[in-house]
């Protein structure tokens, strides 16, 4: 089965081929084009200037996937696309056309909820991973963990209270001025950093209710900087700042994991699955590799490219959905809830 997968709910624009075999999803190609130069002066994503470059991206991405298969359209048996959640404006771009080539072409079409993509991003390396399974998806917009029967069921077992740390990463980086995106830009300062500067203390809830919060970590970075204003212009190559970058990324490291031996206990799992943009951090991937080790969990973290958003991981997830049969009314959902599992 060849899939065409599309992605466009925030501020990638991204198209992929992927054949399903029976040994699991093989990525023919993949094709994604960043706004990180059109967000970076404003320190995050603008939605209507994300929408509007989906728009002028959308058929080039297609084209380019397709022509890095080496296929056409009258190959395809699918088009797997994001319908939400998301930014509804750059959520239509991508939506809106692959029904249009659905519909021209006469291919089976699949809307595919985001996080359900971000799961089957694993399965291009573990196909063969043994359920349940742990999975925590975190990235600028989602901080959630949830257990997953399948690759394709999803039930929340808990969640960020407030801000998702990949926005904890941006906005420290913009409070040292490192630059835009953050993630990439703390982990580099962080790996080069020779200590740890001050740790900074985890969040604890008055209800006792197993949950995250990064909003509190914003603000004591916030609080460091004022106390010393130096680092908000020193730049990446300064001890302090990567000092400062490493404490941060250690902090948000062990408090994601922190809940993962306790509930992998609670409900059987065998296996870890950590995926979203956030993913990419290499602290998190080696943290989460002990923690794996010591609980006995297989573990399944995507490849960098494959935890960003991309249309790989939605052409994997839509091989595994039912073709919608009348797929011209739906719409996309910013907000779209979570019908398989959960």
């Excluded at 750059?90 to 971000?118: C, N, Q, Y």
């Excluded at 998806?137 to 963990?145: D, E, N, P």
């Excluded at 830009?185 to 203390?201: I, K, Q, W, Y």
């Excluded at 997830?317 to 797929?327: C, K, M, V, W």
């Amino acid at each position: 089965m060849l899939v065409l997968g599309l992605e466009s709910s925030c501020d990638d624009c991204s198209a992929a081929v992927v054949e399903e075999t029976l040994a699991g999803p093989v990525l023919r190609s993949l094709v994604r084009e960043s706004q990180d130069a059109i967000h970076g002066p404003f320190g995050g994503v603008v939605p209507e200037l994300a929408a509007r470059e989906h728009l002028l991206q959308a058929r080039a991405v297609m084209a380019g996937a397709l022509v890095g298969a080496g296929v056409g359209l009258d190959d395809l048996d699918r088009i797997a696309v994001t319908r939400g959640p998301g930014l509804v404006g750059s959520l239509l771009a991508t939506f809106s056309a692959s029904k249009a080539v659905a519909w021209r072409a006469g291919i089976p079409w699949v809307g595919v909820h985001h996080l359900l993509g971000h799961l089957n991003a694993a399965r291009f390396a573990a196909p063969a991973l043994p359920f349940p399974a742990l999975v925590l998806l975190v990235s600028g917009g989602h901080t959630h963990l949830y257990l997953a029967k399948d690759w394709t069921s999803l039930s929340l077992l808990q969640k960020t209270r407030d801000d998702a740390a990949g926005e904890a990463f941006d906005k420290a980086a913009r409070m040292l001025d490192l630059g835009y995106p953050g993630g990439p830009l703390v982990d580099a300062a962080a790996r080069a950093a020779s200590r740890a500067g001050e740790p900074f203390t985890p969040p604890k809830f008055r209800d006792g209710k197993p949950s995250w919060s990064f909003s509190g970590l914003k603000t004591a970075v916030k609080l460091r900087v004022e106390r010393n204003p130096r680092l908000a212009s020193a730049g990446a190559q300064d001890p302090d700042v990567q000092g400062l970058c490493r404490s941060l990324q250690e902090a948000i490291s062990a408090w994601l994991l922190k809940p993962i031996p306790a509930l992998a206990e609670e409900h059987g799992a065998r296996s870890l699955v950590i995926s979203g943009g956030v993913a990419c951090n290499s602290r998190l991937r080696t943290e989460a590799a002990l923690v794996a080790a010591r609980t006995g969990l297989a573990l399944a973290i995507p490849e960098p490219r494959l935890c960003t958003d991309n249309g790989a991981m939605i052409a994997a997830a839509g091989a595994l959905l039912e073709p919608d049969p009348d797929p011209w009314p739906r719409n996309a959902d910013a907000d779209l809830k979570l019908e398989l599992g959960g």
